[in-house]
């Protein structure tokens, strides 16, 4: 239970830090200054909120039988005999798109920290998860069994990151505007 709540928490400070971000880039927008990333920050905060409303249900069991309600319609259709080739083509799309999304954030954090490409990354980990969580295959299940400490390593991983590039922003935004004043006067 403790993993679960350390979770809910590290969500809630990504999701915190996105969404300051993002009212700092809007209003950093209205004065002139580089701020035209707050919706993407917006967006980001928004998806980590829905992740840790997503978990806090679970932790909670509202989501009970939910999945079962998914299965159901799924044998329903004809989509769940044949689900192993999918989910296993799914899993990997999933993960390419993810290391994708972190080499895209991390080639541009190399030259300058540029706004919100490696949040987007950091973000994609712990979605990602998710995802391939949700696909359920078989072998993931299992290895979520034996290590359930690595789903809290890799959400906390990933909130840490979108909190030290949404940390990186406002510090930017800051420098910004200090500059700005210092002209000014």
């Excluded at 009970?64 to 689900?83: A, M, N, P, S, T």
């Excluded at 080639?107 to 706004?115: E, G």
């Excluded at 990602?128 to 991983?157: C, K, M, Y």
């Amino acid at each position: 239970m403790s993993h679960d709540v350390m979770r809910v928490v590290a969500l809630t400070i990504a999701c915190l830090f996105g969404l300051w971000t993002a009212v700092a880039c809007r209003r950093a927008q209205y004065h002139g200054l580089p701020g035209s990333d707050a919706l993407i920050w917006a967006g980001l905060s928004s998806v980590f909120f829905l992740l840790c409303l997503l978990k806090t249900a679970r932790g909670l069991g509202l989501l009970r039988g939910f999945g079962g309600l998914l299965r159901d319609i799924f044998k329903q259709r004809g989509w769940y005999e044949d689900r192993r080739s999918l989910q296993i083509a799914a899993s990997i799309a999933v993960a390419a798109v993810v290391i994708a999304l972190i080499v895209w954030g991390l080639l541009w954090a190399w030259h300058y920290i540029k706004r919100y490409r490696l949040a987007i990354g950091f973000m994609g980990l712990t979605l990602g998860f998710a995802i391939i969580r949700f696909i359920s295959l078989h072998e993931v299940d299992a290895w979520n069994a034996q290590a359930p400490a690595a789903r809290t390593a890799v959400d906390l991983v990933a909130a840490a990151g979108v909190s030290v590039v949404a940390i990186a922003r406002l510090w930017q935004l800051r420098a910004f505007a200090l500059q700005r004043a210092k002209i000014k006067s």
